[in-house]
C-alpha cells in the first residue's frame, strides 16, 4: 500500500509564498508521475500543477509563472512552490502518485492540506 503526506499548507496573504510539500512511502512502488490537484469550496477538483519522472513540468494556465514545481525533488517526492499568491488560490489541495506497482499503475493521493490565501 502506497501513503501520500502532504505536510503544509497555511494561512498567508495576498502576494506571498508558501511552500507545499509531498512524499509518497511503502514498498514495491515508484511513482511514475507526481502532482497536485486543488478544490476550492463549492467547486470542482481542478488540476494545478504535475511532474513526470522525465523530470517534465505541466501548469494549470491559472498558476502558470506563479507556481512551480522545483527541480530538486527527490525520488517519490514533489514540492509546490507557490508566489504571489491570490485570494483565489485559498483551496484544498491535494498530492497525487502514479506509482507503478509490478506491471501496473494506480493512483494514490493524500488527505489534502488546506491553503488558504488573505487579502
Known amino acids: 500500500q502506497v501513503q501520500v503526506v502532504e505536510p503544509g499548507g497555511g494561512l498567508v496573504q495576498a502576494g506571498g509564498s508558501l511552500r507545499l510539500s509531498c512524499a509518497a512511502s511503502g514498498s514495491g512502488f515508484s511513482c511514475v508521475a507526481m502532482g497536485w490537484y486543488r478544490q476550492a469550496p463549492g467547486k470542482q477538483r481542478e488540476f494545478v500543477a504535475s511532474l513526470a519522472n522525465d523530470g517534465r513540468t505541466r501548469y494549470a494556465d491559472s498558476v502558470n509563472g506563479r507556481f512551480t514545481i522545483p527541480g530538486e525533488n527527490a525520488r517519490d517526492t514533489v514540492n509546490l512552490q507557490m508566489n504571489s499568491l491570490k485570494p483565489e488560490d485559498t483551496a484544498d489541495y491535494y498530492c497525487?502518485?502514479?506509482?507503478?506497482?509490478?506491471?501496473?499503475?494506480?493512483?494514490?493521493w493524500g488527505q489534502g492540506t488546506q491553503v488558504t490565501v488573505s487579502s
Open positions: 497525487y502518485c502514479n506509482a507503478r506497482e509490478n506491471s501496473r499503475v494506480n493512483q494514490y
